[in-house]
Nanobody, 114 residues
Framework: QVRLVESGGGLVQAGGSLRLSCVAS????????MDWYRQAPGKQRELVAS???????NYAESVKGRFTISRDNSKNTVYLQMNSLEPEDTAVYFC????????WGQGTQVTVSS
């Protein structure tokens, strides 16, 4: 059974930082492409960042230079370091993996105040 558990969200002022974590189980984590998505109120869910099994990363244009995705295969964990946060980053952030089907975590709320 695939399970993704996010943590690390919270309330932060604009310009601040947060680090999200996602612990995965039930998958061959070392071979999995891991993603972070976010969904703001009234908006569609969007891809924020991805990291391949080899560590290659991709980012949405809106977060390039501010967010960093990384992984620790020894802990089955993927991280999202978010710096220089803006009110527009306010959303529920979800961890995602698709070994064969889509799997999502429960989400963690990030709120950035101006």
């Amino acid at each position: 059974q695939v399970r993704l558990v996010e943590s690390g969200g919270g309330l932060v002022q604009a310009g601040g930082s947060l680090r999200l974590s996602c612990v995965a189980s039930g998958i061959f984590f070392n071979f999995a492409i891991m993603d972070w998505y976010r969904q703001a109120p009234g908006k569609q869910r969007e891809l924020v960042a991805s990291i391949s099994d080899k560590g290659r990363t991709n980012y949405a244009e809106s977060v390039k230079g501010r967010f960093t995705i990384s992984r620790d295969n020894s802990k089955n964990t993927v991280y999202l370091q978010m710096n220089s946060l803006e009110p527009e980053d306010t959303a529920v952030y979800f961890c995602h993996v698709k070994p064969a089907s889509d799997y999502w975590g429960q989400g963690t709320q990030v709120t950035v105040s101006s």
